[in-house]
């Protein structure tokens, strides 16, 4: 059975301080974006739509390769409008991954899992959670006695008592078509920020008697979304830090991981030692038993195995 997946990508990000739309920051070496539609292509989503609105000229030339619809919010007015932006694209049956487009780190078999998991309990929604000792500005999941998800209440919306619950809403969602259109047109802004919410949705399918199930995220480094420098930075750390652990886990040597950058687009062989500050960027394709040598920085680069790069050595590909 195929999956209807929506990607968010009108935000403005404002406290990036950017003349860049916002999913077009990079980390890892790639557009956020671009990290979000490889999680989704295992899935083959039919159809793909991205919603844009600020500066949606560049988000769209950037996805002009790509089989992709595009859906424009203008102006922003919330994630649940943005959603409702695109169902005039999607199928009147079936299911829809919704999912934001400035989270490259989520994972492909976390989506997979979470539309299992929707299938498997035949819910009207399932909603991807993380456990949070500081769970801060996101929105709080408030489960039944059954375990299944009632509601999720924003942040600046929560009660005392809501605002101690550590298990929040991650924002990625699948949605039973049939279910979600009607309970799009019944939101409404009558909350702290004016905008429609998605997250009211579970709320209204809830009260219509309908299930909603929640997949707690087992790392919830997965939900980290971009909203500045700071949040940029961070996701470039983690991106480059899990490529390191598969090239670890896979025979390469990195005598500092700390201080090696390996774009995931490059390939390195068994054997291979990557010195300190090593740098590979592109699509460097480097052999099996080469020595990279400290702070040398290679650009789409091919090595033969057991070549030697020396020191501080800057060599880019044709």
């Known amino acids: 059975m195929s999956v209807a997946a929506v990607v968010l990508a009108a935000g403005e990000g404002k406290r990036l301080k950017t003349d860049k739309a916002k999913v077009l920051h990079e980390a890892g070496g790639r557009a956020l974006v671009d990290h979000v539609l490889d999680a989704l292509a295992p899935l083959v989503p039919r159809p793909l739509v991205i919603v844009v609105g600020h500066l949606r000229d560049q988000v769209e030339r950037h996805l002009a390769g790509r089989e992709a619809l595009f859906?424009?919010?203008?102006?922003?007015?919330?994630?649940?409008?943005?959603?409702?932006?695109?169902?005039?694209?999607?199928?009147?049956?079936?299911?829809?991954?919704?999912?934001?487009?400035d989270v490259?780190?989520?994972?492909?078999?976390?989506?997979?899992?979470?539309?299992?998991?929707?299938?498997?309990?035949g819910a009207a929604a399932a909603m991807a959670t993380a456990h949070l000792p500081e769970p801060g500005g996101y929105g709080r999941v408030v489960r039944g006695a059954d375990g299944d998800v009632t509601t999720v209440v924003e942040a600046n919306d929560a009660s005392?008592?809501?605002?101690?619950?550590?298990?929040?809403?991650?924002?990625?969602?699948?949605?039973?078509?049939?279910?979600?259109?009607p309970a799009i047109a019944g939101l409404s802004p009558a909350n702290a920020q004016q905008e429609y919410y998605l997250t009211d949705v579970v709320g209204i399918l809830a009260a219509r008697g309908m299930r909603v199930v929640g997949l707690p995220l087992a790392d919830p480094a997965e939900m980290a979304g971009v909203n500045s420098r700071a949040d940029l930075a961070e996701v470039h750390r983690l991106l480059g830090a899990r490529v390191i652990a598969a090239l670890q886990a896979a025979g390469v040597t990195a005598l500092d991981p700390a201080?090696?950058?390996?774009?995931?687009?490059?390939?390195?062989?068994?054997?291979?030692?990557?010195?300190?500050?090593?740098?590979?960027?592109?699509?460097?394709?480097?052999?099996?038993?080469?020595?990279?040598?400290?702070?040398?920085?290679?650009?789409?680069v091919t090595l033969a195995a057991g070549a030697t790069v020396a020191p501080l050595t800057y060599r880019r590909g044709d």
């Open 160 to 181: 005392p008592e809501q605002r101690e619950i550590r298990e929040v809403n991650a924002g990625t969602y699948v949605f039973d078509l049939a279910a979600l259109r």
């Open 71 to 101: 859906a424009v919010q203008d102006p922003p007015r919330g994630t649940g409008d943005a959603v409702g932006r695109a169902l005039a694209l999607l199928p009147r049956e079936g299911e829809v991954l919704v999912l934001s487009g």
């Open 104 to 121: 490259p780190l989520i994972g492909a078999a976390t989506l997979a899992a979470l539309v299992d998991l929707r299938r498997d309990r």
């Open 259 to 300: 201080t090696t950058w390996v774009d995931a687009s490059c390939a390195v062989g068994r054997d291979t030692v990557l010195e300190p500050g090593v740098h590979l960027r592109g699509a460097c394709r480097i052999g099996a038993g080469c020595r990279i040598g400290a702070h040398a920085v290679l650009e789409d």
